[in-house]
């Protein structure tokens, strides 16, 4: 099993930046994607950034430009670089690993953080 623990939310305001991290524990070697989702209140959780096992990413279009997901596997830590922050961008964020392939669908995903909290003042 893969268990993550993601950290590095807060509180900032409009045009500022924040890094979001996601150590994973357990059996890594199972994971073939990492992804970042977000849940507002009274939305759907949703897909942002993915990253492969050959470093491939994918952004959503509301973040692409702005967000970087990168990946340190000698540490096993997953990262998220916020820039340029909105205040459409406050939400809990969730670090999440899956054994197959990199998809939008939560579904593909079998491990999941327990959310940092981001909150973007205007």
């Known amino acids: 099993q893969v268990q993550l623990v993601d950290s590095g939310g807060g509180s900032v305001q409009a045009g500022g930046s924040l890094r979001l991290s996601c150590a994973a524990f357990?059996?890594?070697?199972?994971?073939?994607?990492k992804g970042w989702f977000r849940q507002a209140p009274g939305k759907e959780r949703e897909g942002i950034a993915t990253i492969d096992d050959d470093g491939n990413t994918r952004y959503a279009d509301s973040v692409k430009g702005r967000f970087t997901i990168s990946q340190d596997n000698a540490k096993n830590t997953l990262y998220l670089q916020m820039n340029s922050l909105k205040p459409e961008d406050t939400a809990m964020y969730y670090c999440?690993?899956?054994?197959?392939?990199?998809?939008?669908?939560?579904?593909?995903?079998?491990?999941w953080g327990q959310g940092t909290q981001v909150t973007v003042s205007s």
């Open positions: 357990g059996y890594t070697d199972s994971i073939y994607c």
């Open positions: 999440a690993a899956g054994p197959l392939y990199c998809s939008w669908y939560k579904s593909a995903y079998s491990a």
